[in-house]
């Protein structure tokens, strides 16, 4: 298990997802899908029992009522079969809008 960054370290408050929201990840090669535990402006936490170590660029997709999301993240946290939480790397004007705007729906 890899020690969580300190709550100093992070730009935005995390929302809790109650509501499924998945997301289609990948590091190389197929694809996968998992459910999203939390979501901040600058990244998510990603349920999944595969290991990915830290350090490791994830291409995400998100398929949302405010659009489609595709993202780049660098894995900054992994708890072995819980999940990985990850930093956004690459989010353009397009997405950083929609990601608002889906954390102002959660966030009610």
Known sequence: MTPAPSKDARRSSRIAVSKGIWVSWRVEGPSSVSRVRDLSLGGVFILT???????????????LPEGEMRLQGVVRYAEADKGVGVEFTR??????????E???????
């Open 91 to 100: 989010v353009d004007t397009a997405e950083g809008a929609r990601l608002r």
């Open 102 to 108: 889906l954390l102002r729906r959660i966030s009610r």
């Open 49 to 63: 029992t595969a290991q990915v170590p830290v350090g490791t660029v994830l291409h995400m997709l998100f398929a």
